[in-house]
């Protein structure tokens, strides 16, 4: 068997396991998503941007509603440009393409597009419990988180916090540490959730998987 092939094969059994966990959990978590190269490529991409001075502070809500808090939200956002992509981004929106296109076929679900943005928490910030579809624009359907920190540990904090309905009306914590590689997907419309404080600078891509055609303007 060719490297080609069974790359393949490992991506395909990615993919199925995401599709398998969505649907019986409704989210997933895929560790060695990337591996340590694409990482290490993705964190040269970030840096870029960062000294360009590109990263902007993250706000609340859309439109005439947006507001900055930054006790609620504390992290920092650059927005990926689908026609303005660096080679490492484009080969992780070519994943993410793929990925779309299995779900779609296995799952059903009537994505059409996509929405990434790089992230940077500085240490010691947080992002308060919320749910990822906004009430004025519900199409969000699949929140996307890649890792990118690279020699995480444990005492480095920076979870994110899955609150999951539980049938009997209560509700089931799930606590995903940020390590480098690590892919988490949840449903954007059903799942709050919450980013806890690290102690270093925390990394990621991150992004939802639409039901209609991405008319983001990036600023």
Same mark, same amino acid.
């Given at each position: 068997m060719t490297i080609h092939k069974q790359e393949e094969?490992?991506?395909?059994? *990615?993919?199925?396991?995401?599709?398998?966990?969505?649907?019986?959990?409704?989210?997933?978590?895929? /560790?060695?998503?990337l591996d340590p190269n694409e990482v290490h490529s993705l964190l040269g991409v970030l840096t870029h941007h960062k000294e360009l001075?590109?990263? *902007? *502070?993250?706000g609340i809500g859309t439109s005439n509603q947006f507001t900055v808090d930054k006790q609620v939200r504390g992290d920092y956002i650059r927005w990926?440009?689908?026609?303005?992509?660096?080679?490492?981004?484009q080969a992780f929106l070519d994943h993410m393409d793929e990925i779309m296109l299995y779900l779609n076929r296995t799952c059903f679900l009537g994505l059409k /597009?996509?929405?990434?943005?790089?992230?940077?928490?500085?240490?010691g910030t947080v992002y308060q419990r919320h749910v990822d579809q906004f009430k004025e624009n519900d199409h969000r359907r699949l929140s996307f988180i890649c890792y990118l920190n690279e020699n995480w540990l444990?005492?480095?904090?920076g979870e994110l916090r899955l609150y999951l309905p539980q049938p009997d009306g209560s509700e089931k914590q799930v606590d995903i540490l940020p390590i480098a590689g690590r892919l988490a997907c949840f449903r954007a419309d059903l799942i709050p959730h919450e980013v806890l404080a690290a102690t270093r600078p925390r990394y990621s891509l991150t992004g939802w998987m639409l039901d209609q055609l991405n008319d983001l303007t990036f600023l």
């Open positions: 094969e490992k991506l395909l059994e *990615k993919f199925e396991h995401i599709a398998d966990q969505l649907s019986d959990n409704g989210y997933a978590i895929v /560790d060695n998503f001075g590109t990263f *902007k *502070k993250a990926i440009e689908p026609t303005e992509t660096l080679p490492p981004t /597009d996509y929405e990434f943005h790089f992230t940077l928490y500085p240490p444990p005492a480095h904090g």
